[in-house]
């Protein structure tokens, strides 16, 4: 299973990388425990100030990887058990909550196509780089399924509701431009750039106020299904730990002697 995604911390980044190239990095189960338990370990991990998450190959991720699928398929058919579905519940909630539960940014570092759970999962990150030659696609109602990987949630609060409904409802490619324009990507490079260019963002907030992040992914969490009083609580509460924390010291001494603050994450 260690080639099937690829982990590395460096300098408070860690970077996981979707490695089956030859399958466009679709998501059979090995590749689905991997990427779960990879990302639970880098929430875990006090050494790790953000997370960049990317992949090899000419495709970020194509989804379910659909040969497996199929064999798994004719075994629930075959004993009535109706177990393959049960991804959803074990591998993919589990993914997106990871990623945008974890109390440190995520930038995805969208190479190629994403589609379908790839889409979600690039959708679940807090920031996309995406290559000008990469596209999205929701893919689920073109082989008669419905949405998962949290794109239900995260693609309306992106682009919109009736956006999401057309995107859903009718897949297609939507290529990098388009998708920067919808709202779906922060940024568009060159493609022979994204990895210097993914990379130079997460390190940028991995040297950031990392807790700040945090407390802005809370925020921004709860606002998203509050009401404005109950997020001005919100907000009241995350600010007065904010206004304790090291790192805003360190910030207002740094203003004040026109010198650049170093961050430590708390």
Same mark, same amino acid.
């Given at each position: 299973?260690?080639?099937?995604?690829?982990?590395?911390?460096?300098?408070?980044?860690?970077?996981?990388?979707?490695?089956?190239?030859?399958?466009?990095?679709?998501?059979?189960?090995?590749?689905?425990?991997?990427?779960?338990?990879?990302?639970?370990? !880098?929430?875990?991990?006090?050494?790790?100030?953000?997370?960049?998450?990317?992949?090899?190959? #000419?495709?970020?991720?194509?989804?379910?990887?659909?040969?497996?699928?199929?064999?798994?398929?004719?075994?629930?058919?075959? $004993?009535?058990?109706?177990?393959?579905?049960?991804?959803?519940?074990?591998?993919?909630?589990?993914?997106?909550?990871?990623?945008?539960?974890?109390?440190?940014?995520?930038?995805?570092?969208?190479?190629?196509?994403?589609?379908?759970?790839?889409?979600?999962?690039?959708?679940?990150?807090?920031?996309?780089?995406?290559?000008?030659?990469?596209?999205?696609? $929701?893919?689920?109602?073109?082989?008669?399924? $419905?949405?998962?990987?949290?794109?239900?949630?995260?693609?309306?609060?992106?682009?919109?509701?009736? #956006?999401?409904?057309?995107?859903?409802?009718?897949?297609?490619?939507?290529?990098?431009?388009?998708?920067?324009?919808?709202?779906?990507?922060?940024?568009?490079?060159?493609?022979?750039?994204?990895?210097?260019?993914?990379?130079?963002?997460?390190? #940028?907030?991995?040297?950031?106020? $990392?807790?700040?992040?945090? !407390?802005?992914?809370?925020?921004?969490?709860?606002?998203?299904?509050?009401?404005?009083?109950?997020?001005?609580?919100?907000?009241?509460?995350?600010?007065?730990?904010?206004?304790?924390?090291?790192?805003? #010291?360190?910030?207002?001494?740094?203003?004040?002697?026109?010198?650049?603050?170093?961050?430590?994450?708390?």
């Amino acid at each position: 299973m260690a080639d099937t995604v690829l982990y590395d911390v460096t300098d408070g980044l860690a970077t996981i990388t979707l490695n089956r190239p030859d399958a466009m990095n679709a998501l059979n189960i090995e590749a689905k425990v991997l990427l779960r338990d990879t990302l639970k370990e !880098a929430a875990a991990d006090p050494a790790v100030r953000a997370v960049l998450l990317t992949a090899t190959g #000419r495709a970020f991720c194509v989804g379910q990887d659909l040969k497996e699928h199929i064999g798994l398929l004719a075994e629930d058919r075959a $004993t009535g058990s109706g177990n393959t579905m049960n991804t959803v519940r074990e591998h993919y909630n589990p993914i997106v909550t990871a990623l945008t539960e974890m109390p440190k940014p995520v930038v995805a570092g969208v190479n190629g196509v994403a589609a379908g759970a790839g889409a979600g999962f690039a959708m679940a990150a807090d920031y996309r780089v995406v290559a000008d030659s990469a596209s999205f696609n $929701t893919s689920f109602a073109g082989v008669a399924l $419905t949405a998962d990987s949290g794109m239900s949630w995260t693609l309306p609060r992106l682009i919109g509701q009736s #956006r999401a409904a057309d995107l859903l409802l009718f897949p297609r490619n939507v290529s990098a431009q388009e998708a920067y324009d919808l709202g779906i990507a922060n940024k568009v490079v060159p493609a022979e750039e994204l990895a210097d260019q993914a990379a130079a963002v997460a390190r #940028r907030l991995a040297q950031g106020p $990392t807790a700040a992040y945090a !407390a802005i992914k809370e925020s921004l969490a709860y606002g998203a299904g509050h009401s404005l009083v109950e997020t001005l609580g919100k907000e009241d509460e995350l600010q007065g730990r904010a206004g304790a924390s090291e790192d805003h #010291r360190i910030a207002v001494e740094a203003f004040v002697k026109k010198e650049k603050p170093v961050f430590l994450g708390r």
